[in-house]
């Protein structure tokens, strides 16, 4: 039975066999002697994105005893890859990927108009935008939509839909489905603010199944 650590573009957490590119976290919100999760979906503003493997070789067991103290520790969250953790609301880790958090942070203060942006304060502006921190969808027209970055995802007749190359790439946790025509109207997925810093020149990982159009 897939542990429940696999994490949609909506930011909801599902049980499925396959696990992604990256893995991150948003605090302890699993038990570990049940290896499930909790009723609560947070316990940090700070959601982030880290490498699989981490460059000094620590291992963890999903959903375990992961802290020095022995209690549960971070609670293991699974992504299919960096668009999908970015339009469930996450952001790099300063930590394990320093130089994609540096990235990330330069163009969110340069797709937001901000100066120098401690990491908190993205955490605090991505919170009010995170769809299952509680944020409303925006609803995009057709012109809204094409004026989106490659990276942004939008909801449209329950499908969520990637853009790469002027092309809507249907998501699923196995990948990408064949490149479409954009819809005529449909919901943002990814924060607002981290389309502005997709905008401003960020550029995720994809999953290999997303190949140009």
């Given at each position: 039975m897939p542990l429940q650590n696999r994490v949609d573009p909506l930011g909801h957490i599902h049980a499925v066999a396959a696990r992604g590119l990256?893995?991150?976290?948003?605090g302890v919100i699993h038990d570990p002697l049940?290896?499930?999760?909790?009723?609560?979906?947070w316990t940090t503003k700070a959601w982030i994105v880290c490498a699989l493997d981490h460059p000094r070789g620590c291992r963890r067991e999903p959903m375990g005893r992961n802290a020095p103290s022995g209690a549960a520790g971070w609670t293991e969250l699974f992504f299919l890859d960096e668009a999908?953790?970015?339009a469930a609301g996450h952001r790099p880790c300063f930590y394990c990927r320093r130089a994609a958090a540096e990235a990330f942070r330069r163009c969110?203060?340069?797709g937001n108009?901000?100066?120098h942006v401690p990491a908190p304060d993205i955490d605090s502006v991505l919170h009010r935008q995170r769809?299952?921190?509680g944020a409303a969808l925006p609803t995009l027209d057709a012109q809204a939509i094409g004026a989106l970055p490659d990276g942004a995802m939008i909801e449209a007749g329950g499908r969520i839909l990637a853009l790469h190359a002027g092309r809507a790439r249907p998501w699923s946790f196995g990948g990408y489905g064949p490149p479409q025509a954009l819809p005529p109207g449909a919901r943002l997925v990814t924060p607002a603010a981290t389309v502005a810093a997709l905008g401003a020149g960020f550029s995720p990982v994809w999953h290999p199944t997303l190949t140009p159009a």
């Open positions: 990256f893995t991150g976290n948003r049940a290896k499930a999760l909790l009723t609560r979906r999908t953790a970015l969110f203060a340069a108009r901000l100066g769809h299952a921190a």
